[in-house]
Structure formats: structure tokens, C-alpha cells
């Protein structure tokens, strides 16, 4: 059982819809990160929640933190083909070190 | 945000030799950087904790006469796979934490190292 669960693991949607990416958790963490990875290269961070409840927007992507800081969702948008890549929740535990990811969600956006 | 280079970003191998992958963080000191391990669409696989001045800290199954991670500057770890076979062939992933970002949990990427052995 892994620590994030992130949920869904394979979308593939049309340009133009709206989607939702969740990670979740029965621990409480004091941050979570989210990533967006294409092939052959390294995870790209996109933004950091640190506060309960907190809404952050980046363009047509927004990322909430559950009040309980145990779960995170990463919500596109209006989806373009640029989006397609493979998007990674990580944090970190409260009171822990390492950093610790979801198993991913690949995301395919047909034009 | 803050560059984590790692080179090289791809090297392929004889079966029985050894491969050595830096991760250099450029524009910051890195007291930690993290290595990963990731297969085939799926997510990155945590190896080690690298410190600088210390031994690595290997995560549970991952051999660390295998994998053997040097740490000897604020800026450089380096990961030597250590007569490798074909089963070791994966993208090898490090990462590095500034010490300034929020709360101490951003982690930076380098951009990978797709490693073959044949």
C-alpha cells in the first residue's frame, strides 16, 4: 500500500475538457508537491500546498490541500494536447525527511 | 526555482562494468540530495538519502555494494552502479533540496540518466 494514493493512474481525454487529479493519504503532511514528468526527462515541480485548505492557481491548473493536510487535487481546465505528461504528488511527512510520491497519473490529451 | 544538472543523461554499458552518474546542484549548496530509481510508466522508486560528509542512507532492498553514492561536496553526489547487469537498466533520477525553500521539502530534479546495459 503506498503512502500517497494517487488516483487516477491513465486519463485520456479530449482538448478542451476539465479534469480532476487526487492524492491521498491517512498520514498528515506538512507540504505536498506537485510535478508534471515527460519521458526521458526529470519531474518539474509545479507548485508546493502548505497551509490546510489552501488554493493555489497556476493558469488553467489549480491545486487545492485538504484542511486536514492529508490529500491534495490537482484540477486542469479546458485541457490542451501540451498537457499530456505524467503528474506526481510528492511531500513530505509531518515529522519525516524523505520525500515520498504518488504512483502517478498519466495524462493523455487528444487534439 | 533552484538547477539540479545530472549528467550523463544517457549511457549504455557492457554487462560486468561500472557506471558512474554526478548530480551537481548549481546554483545552491545541497547538504542532501535524494536518488531515484524509475522503470517504465511508473513512479519514481526512492534509493537513497546522500549526505554530505556521511554515508548514504539506503532505502530497504536496494543494495548499497550495488549502488554506491559519494557525496564529497556541498554540490556534487555521484552514484556508481557497480558491475552492472541487464536487470540494472532503468532511469536513474536525483534530487536535491536548497535548505531555503518552503518548509525544507521542495525537492529539484535533475533531468535523469537513462542507463543500458547490454
Known amino acids: 500500500t503506498q503512502l500517497l494514493e494517487q488516483s487516477p493512474q491513465f486519463l485520456s481525454i479530449q482538448e478542451g475538457e476539465n479534469l480532476t487529479v487526487y492524492c491521498n493519504s491517512s498520514?498528515?503532511?506538512?507540504?505536498l508537491q506537485w510535478y508534471r514528468q515527460e519521458p526521458g526527462e526529470g519531474p518539474v515541480l509545479l507548485v508546493t500546498?502548505?497551509?490546510?485548505?489552501e488554493v493555489k492557481k497556476l493558469k488553467r491548473l489549480t491545486f487545492q490541500f485538504g484542511d486536514a493536510r492529508k490529500d491534495s487535487s490537482l484540477h486542469i481546465t479546458a485541457a490542451q494536447p501540451g498537457d499530456t505528461g505524467l503528474y506526481l504528488c510528492?511531500?513530505?511527512?509531518?515529522?519525516?525527511?524523505?520525500?515520498?510520491f504518488g504512483a502517478g497519473t498519466r495524462l493523455f490529451v487528444k487534439a | 526555482g533552484a538547477v539540479v544538472s545530472q549528467h550523463p543523461s544517457w549511457v549504455i554499458c557492457k554487462s560486468g562494468t561500472s557506471v558512474k552518474i554526478e548530480c551537481r546542484s548549481l546554483?545552491?549548496?545541497?547538504?542532501?540530495m535524494f536518488w531515484y530509481r524509475q522503470f517504465p510508466k511508473q513512479s519514481l522508486m526512492l534509493m537513497a538519502t546522500s549526505n554530505e560528509g556521511s554515508k548514504a542512507t539506503y532505502e530497504q532492498g536496494v543494495e548499497k555494494d550495488k549502488f554506491l553514492i559519494n557525496h564529497a561536496s556541498l554540490t556534487l553526489s555521484t552514484l556508481t552502479v557497480t558491475s552492472a547487469h541487464p536487470e540494472d537498466s532503468s532511469f536513474y533520477i536525483c534530487?536535491?533540496?536548497?535548505?531555503?525553500?518552503?518548509?525544507?521539502?521542495?525537492?529539484?530534479f535533475g533531468q535523469g540518466t537513462r542507463l543500458t546495459v547490454v
Open positions: 500546498v502548505v497551509t490546510g485548505g
Open positions: 546554483d545552491f549548496q545541497a547538504t542532501t
Open positions: 498520514s498528515v503532511f506538512s507540504s
Open positions: 534530487s536535491a533540496r536548497t535548505g531555503l525553500e518552503v518548509l525544507n521539502t521542495e525537492a529539484f
Open positions: 510528492a511531500g513530505v511527512r509531518t515529522g519525516g525527511f524523505k520525500t515520498i
